[in-house]
């Protein structure tokens, strides 16, 4: 099989479910000393975000409780919630995806919080983990 991504996929970030974004942010912040990065707040989160090397350790506290966090966090608790991968190509990359049988979430890509192109996969197709892509 050919290889997709020339430049190797780098894990663009981790999301993790937060309770409180003021309780648990100064851990990474201040305590680990990880720089903060500014993100837009999606998907009924607010969003705040740390620098782990070239990744992210996006922070995710629900606005609503209807929300994918809101939902995450009621049914399992704080924890990690996705990974994302930074891709190429991400069409071709769904496009790759679908024909060996993974469900896409977003068959369209659409913007996320760090103003890239991005597409969630369905965990019930990833071993249990939801998988966000992400366009370099
Ligand atoms: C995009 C902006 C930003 C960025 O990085 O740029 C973000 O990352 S925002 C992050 C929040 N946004 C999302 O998560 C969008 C994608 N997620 C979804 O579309 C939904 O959350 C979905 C489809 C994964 C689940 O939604 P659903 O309404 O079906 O929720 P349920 O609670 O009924 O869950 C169904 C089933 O899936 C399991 N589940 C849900 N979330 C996760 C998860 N994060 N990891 C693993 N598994 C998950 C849930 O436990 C249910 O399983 P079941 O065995 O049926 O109980
Ligand atoms: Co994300």
Partial sequence: MTNPTPRGTRIAHLGIAVESLDAILPFYRDILGMPETPLDDADGARIK????????VELLQPEKSDSPIGKFLAKRGPGIHHICFAVDDLDGML????????????????????????AFLHPKSTAGVLVELSEY
């Fill in 49 to 56: 975000a740390v620098a782990a090397g070239e990744s992210l």
């Fill in 95 to 118: 496009a790759r995806c679908k024909a060996h049988g993974i469900q896409l979430i977003d068959e369209t890509p659409r913007i996320g919080a760090e103003g890239k192109r991005i």
